[in-house]
């Protein structure tokens, strides 16, 4: 049998080749679209067929011929709208429609029961089938850069779900979804290890639980709400609006509908996530993190950046396996006697870096850049694998010198703060890079020693010492103060990044960039042995030695 097209001849006797695959490449002088005619559809024994990166504007309905079809791959083509005919293809098992102007499924399409894969990224979907429910062999499931306001609820049968990506739609309510969906029963998703929910326009997670019978039985029945899914390895909340994570949610959100012991009852501890990885709600407005994240004992990449926190609670010393916790760009501050009486204040006022926080012998990298903090705590020198310390853009005065005691430390960044010297025990570090100015060209400076006039003890200091105050730096520290956090606060870029971190963010970036941006940061790549961070400057191999013989 000959199928013909385009300046091919290809050969393919369907009776004896039972696995074919044919994977077409985008040519511009010899186009796909031709192929797609009445002979390529008599290949009953095709099995995986790859068409993406062309210009198909069309799927015939003949693609229902396909029945031992396993994997089909159209993305990134101009197709409008699936056939009706689809259903037919039972074997179906993998499936990527994404990149292509739909704006509907078929309503035949929830029979293809066995999918397993399935991947609708940039189709401008404006809803899910309401059956979707009967796709019960999902494990991976794509939806990011939609349309979607609104979840179905069978959402809740697919019992085998472990990755959901939900990234960029137009979901306004969070604990809709979360309650109302994942909920209709204590074993809705048992073995979700991923959720994605990067880029939703939720205002809060306290929206009011909507008044339909059915989900308020729901609610009265299963309250729990992300502690439901125990097997969560990764949970992605990042750049939305939220200004609180569970349990404080349970602030009376829809007193008309439930009492309030109901109410409180909704919400499930953030800490049942016994599981948890990675947690990541950096560019939110939380204002407080609740201290059950102590629950998280698997955590061991927190993420905060760019909130409104203005302390981390004591509870942080219990992640154990902690290796990654950025808090930069919060508002982080130390309380002093001066504001007011003790006794009057929140404990969780009293230091924004809980003593605590030495107990995370695991953590490797710390960032506390552009926050208010005027002190270190002294623990911090319990915290024995840290490798890089970045407290860039604060007002601390000194240094403790416990810091001497993170033996693993290489790059210390104290940049823009008021530093009148710096201990003389940091000549016992292996440092690879100290920065004390944002103009300073070079990793490494040499240092002299003298007494200090108030202490009589020893310290370090350089042309760089005392640090002056930056008018930069003064104003983004009185701007903070205002309680509209904006762009210009929030986009400062941060001089240590992550490795493979992108150094800026464009509205306009590709669904697919994006997918691959959240990919690059997905466990265990972001795991303490294979996450580096590294400096935008050259030459970082100086070592501290020039110190050291002091």
């Known amino acids: 049998m000959g199928v013909v097209g385009a300046g091919r001849d290809l050969r393919v006797d369907a009776q004896t080749s039972p696995e074919m695959t044919w994977v077409f490449p985008r040519s511009a002088a010899d186009p796909i679209v031709s192929l797609l005619s009445q002979p390529f559809f008599r290949l009953l024994n095709l099995r995986k067929l790859g068409l993406s990166d062309n ?91 939609n349309l979607l306001k609104t979840l179905p609820t069978s959402l809740s049968f697919l019992v085998k779900l472990e990755q959901l990506d939900l990234g960029g739609n137009d979901l306004e309510v969070l604990v809709a979804f979360v309650s109302g969906v994942l909920l209709a029963s204590h074993t809705a998703c048992p073995v979700l290890s991923r959720l994605w929910a990067e880029w939703y326009i939720c205002s809060t997670l306290e929206q009011p639980v909507p008044a339909r019978a059915d989900v308020l039985t729901v609610l009265s029945l299963q309250p729990d709400t992300l502690g439901a899914l125990p097997n969560l390895r990764e949970l992605w909340l990042d750049r939305n609006q939220l200004s609180s994570l569970p349990p404080h949610t349970a602030t009376p959100a829809c007193p008309a509908l439930l009492p309030e012991p109901w109410i409180s009852s909704l919400i499930q501890e953030l800490g049942n996530l016994r599981r948890l990885v990675c947690l990541d709600v950096s560019e939110n407005k939380l204002e407080q993190l609740p201290n059950e994240v102590s629950g998280l004992v698997a955590l061991t ?224 790549k972001m795991g303490a042995t294979v996450v580096s961070m590294f400096y935008t400057a050259v030459g970082m191999s100086q070592d501290f030695d020039s110190l050291k013989a002091l």
């Not at 179906?92 to 029979?111: K, V, Y």
């Not at 010198?401 to 993170?406: D, M």
């Not at 823009?416 to 944002?438: D, I, S, V």
Request: charged share 25%; aromatic share 4%; proline share 6%.
């Open 301 to 524: 990449d927190l993420l905060l950046s760019q909130n409104l926190l203005e302390c981390i609670p004591d509870g942080i010393g219990q992640l154990k396996q902690l290796s990654i916790l950025k808090v930069d760009q919060n508002r982080l501050t130390d309380m002093t006697e001066s504001i007011g009486d003790w006794g009057s204040l929140s404990p969780r006022l009293r230091a924004a870096l809980p003593k605590s926080l030495g107990k995370l012998a695991k953590l490797t990298n710390l960032n506390v850049d552009r926050n208010r903090l005027t002190a270190l705590p002294a623990e911090i020198g319990g915290c024995a694998n840290l490798s890089v310390l970045s407290l860039r853009d604060n007002r601390l005065a000194l240094l403790p010198p416990e810091l001497a005691n993170t033996t693993e430390l290489h790059v210390l960044d104290v940049a823009g703060n008021r530093l009148q010297n710096l201990p003389f025990a940091l000549t016992n570090l292996n440092l690879k890079a100290l920065w004390l100015a944002e103009n300073q060209s070079q990793p490494m400076l040499k240092f002299q020693t003298e007494d200090d006039e108030k202490t009589g003890e020893k310290v370090l200091t350089c042309y760089l010492l005392p640090q002056q105050p930056s008018p930069s730096l003064e104003n983004l520290l009185q701007n903070s103060v205002d309680d509209s956090w904006t762009d210009t606060n929030l986009n400062r870029v941060s001089v240590i990044q992550f490795l493979d971190e992108p150094k800026g963010d464009d509205d306009e970036e590709s669904g697919a960039e994006r997918r691959k941006h959240r990919d690059k940061l997905s466990y265990p």
């Open 55 to 145: 210009e198909i504007q069309r799927l015939p309905p003949e693609v229902a011929n396909f029945m031992q079809l396993v994997e089909l791959d159209i993305s990134r083509n101009d197709i409008p709208e699936i056939p009706e005919s689809i259903k037919f293809c039972k074997s179906l098992e993998i499936a990527d429609f994404s990149g292509n102007p739909l704006s509907r499924l078929p309503e035949g399409f929830t029979q293809l029961r066995s999918l397993g894969h399935l991947a609708l990224n940039d189709v401008s979907l404006q809803s899910l089938p309401t059956d979707i429910g009967n796709l019960a062999n999902l494990v991976t499931l794509e939806l990011r850069e």
